[in-house]
């Protein structure tokens, strides 16, 4: 050894032994002032007791620097490893420190001066410089954590150890944990082997407890490593009772609360590939969040309820959840039911709730959620969160057996987007049930339903809208209604539907339906059912709905054609639409409708009609024909609550002229009237209620002329006043008159009065309570004749007066008889069946005239009659009579027989000799009986066409 080798041992020694004969107090002195010093330099003040201080340890007691608090910290050491930077183990008890979760100030108050100065943090989250193989074997005691939360304070209580165990860098943890608030206690072991920090094999016990509500939970994970990676095993078992039950729910209004859960699972977890070690905190998290999962859920929900909708809601459900491959997906692994004790009365008294259905829900329903193929899956993935399956079968009954039952299945897929979800499905809905059979009441319903849609949600604008992806189906069976009767299966099409929900809860939907052709028939009571055939219908929707609860929108109908065979009818190119705004005034606009004839020939020409109808039931209407030449117009309201209304109908003044708008244009039945000039109008007030239908009207003919039946009418004009419409009645006294009818024989300047009578029973007459006219250079009057246009028999006494004697002789047939002079009287006639009758006519000359009858004919049948029959034949040939009376006979079927009673002489013939004659006549009296015939024939015809010209199509 060396002079010099031996110095520094000498001197090494010599400071050993200073060090060790310096008094313990002043090394703690020493030492407790250079914590303070550090303290300082951090802006902290504290106070620190060193109780121990040699080579072996050191030992703190009171510990106090801001809000931590500790009983005794012991550090044990070895001085060659402690100058190498080693501490054996480390023994903390009694550790009492404060941290604020609340956001309001630091964590750790005033500590996080420590923390915030202290070294730079690495990229993996562990302190830049440390060395996890230096860290000592640690022990906590009696620890106690004080966390403030925004939902109060809560105590954490820690004691356990973290020490080596066996070789190789082995480590073993060994905690237990005890969380307590005014809530809830939670309380638990931990227990855990590392090697070289990495974790290899972990055991948890962990149990919460709400003392209030007597709810508990357990958790139980433990773990197995292989060459493979490590696998978790977790099982677990709760049950919550009261608000704590708040936990399984979101806090929306629109989700239930439960008194009491029960959880239950039981899986497994695989993390793959070696754990990263303690100090590597970001890496630790990745490999954790990687692992995959199985695991099976058992969850039994009791006591629910939601606002507005439901008390006593019970639920269970088997479910799960796996990840694989960075996906984490939810299982429906076995039936999920939800049983509805109670509906809310708010629900089942809506008022556009069917009673039926309202009736069904009141004791309560059940939904039944089953998986079609085992699992039905709900993907999560990390990256993009996705529905990789959806393919339930549902089923809704309400808690009475048969009163609905409601089943379906529901497949699909989709994902999500940072604004919401995104799913494609398909939809199978059947419903059947006593609540289907009386769906509207009144004996109105049917017996099963089935719907089919492919749907489509996505979020939209910070909501979502759920549309179609094709075209819906739906399918009712056994339909009825009390005053329809519909076909045994109707089909329905929703071509497009777009039902979407705002981000502030505004509704919208946009949609459509189809119907095919079908045929019913409208069942009136007492009366033959009226066949309707329905061609294809539409109906497409607009409807908004604020978060007020405003709405506004339109439902449009479109119908391309409905028959009404029993009626020759064709309704076509409906167009109809229905403002659904409770402000707006109109309930429906239609904006067009096609009526015509399906009579060969047509009964009437199309008519196109439009009209409006008001939310008070006030309605206008138009109806055009031939281009707008003819139009209806009618206004009225009807009284739902009284159940009566009435209108005003009129027709446009229609304009007749030759080569220009003729009847037969409107109606093809009077293609008889031939060249007509004119005008005509007409006008009516109805009313109704329960009992039917009655009003009054007017009818205005004006300068009508026409020809038909082989007659003429000239200047027709009649206003007629009708006080009654159902049966049609008018006052006496409705005057008529025309420049001329020819209808065989000529009439001239017609004047007169009518009425229409209705009596209780039979049909409506027309009764002409006088007329004149102009008549062979005469006049012709009757009074009191009665008309039955429906029958075409009538009855009147025509009086003649100053009637050209010469020109009677021809329409009674008599061409060979001649006179002059002027004749009146009374002709009784009557037609019936066509046939004209006359019943002892009686005419009279008013004066003197002159006849002559000389007839080779006459004479050669009567040329064996002797001397005196000789002179009667010559005296006829220029008789001058004084007196002269005829009479005429024609019974029904039967010849007219004239009788002719004569009193006077021939100046030629015996000096003027008087004569008195009694002369009959058998002859057919054609001209006078066809004219008679015709005229009645023209009447009838004039009065249909009128008639019908003035009736509303």
Known sequence: MSRRTRLLLLLLIALLGLVLGVPALIRQEVAEFAIARALAARGLEGRVKVSRLDLNGMELTGIEVADLRLRRVLATY?????????????????????????GAGPPLGELQKLVGQGASQGGNGATAGFDPSKLPDIRLGDARILLATARGPVAARLDGSFA??????RRQAAFSIGIESAEARLAGELRAVFADFAPRQLEADVRLTLPAHDSRAEVRVTTEQDAGGTRARLKLSGEIDGAAAGLFAPASADWPSFRHVRLTGEGVMDLAGPAPTLGEGRALADWIGRAGMELALGLALRGGALAGVATGIDLDASLGLARREGALRFLLTGPLRVNFARLDSRLVSAPDLPPSLARALEAGAVLTLEPNKAPALLALRLDRPAIETADFAFRLAAARTGELALAGTLAGQGDATPDGPALAAALDLHASGAVLADLLGRGAGLSALRAAFGLSASPEGGGHVLTLSGPGRIELEGARHPELRLPGRIGLTVPELRVGRAADGALSLEGGLRSEAANLALLRKDETPLEVQLGPAELTLQLQRSTAGNT??????RLSEAQLPAHGLRLAALRASMPLAPDEAALTLVQSLRIASTATPAAFAPVDLTGRLERNLAFRAEARALDGAVRILARGRHDAARGRGRASVSLAELEFRPGGLQPAALLPALGALREVAGRVGARAELVWDAGGMDGTGRIDLQGL??????????????????????PPRSPP??????????????????????????????????????????????ELRFADARIDPVSGSYGADL???????????GLLGLAELHGSGRIAGTLPVRLEDGDVVVAQGRLSAVGPGRLAFDSPAARAALGGGGASVELLLDALKNFHYEVLELTLDKPRGGRALVGLRLQGANPDVLEAHPFNLNITLDTDATPLLAALAQGQDTLQLLLGSVSRLVRPP
């Open 705 to 726: 002329s026409l020809g038909a039946a082989g007659a003429t009418i000239e200047g027709l004009t009649l206003a007629l006043d009708l006080d009654r419409l159902n």
């Open 733 to 778: 006294g409705q005057p008529f008159s025309a420049a001329r009818v020819s209808a065989g024989l000529d009439l001239g300047k017609i004047q007169g009065t009518l009425r229409v009578e209705s009596p209780a029973q039979g049909r409506p007459t027309i009764r002409v309570e006088a007329m004149k006219a102009e008549f062979v250079g005469g």
């Open 78 to 102: 070895r001085i060659g490893d402690l100058l190498a930077g080693r501490i054996a183990a480390v023994a903390i008890e009694g550790l009492e420190m404060r941290l604020d979760l609340t």
């Open 799 to 809: 009086e003649l007066d100053g009637v050209d004697l010469e020109t009677l002789f």
């Open 552 to 557: 506004k929108g339109e439902a449009k109908v």
């Open 164 to 169: 080596a165990s066996g070789g190789e860098g």
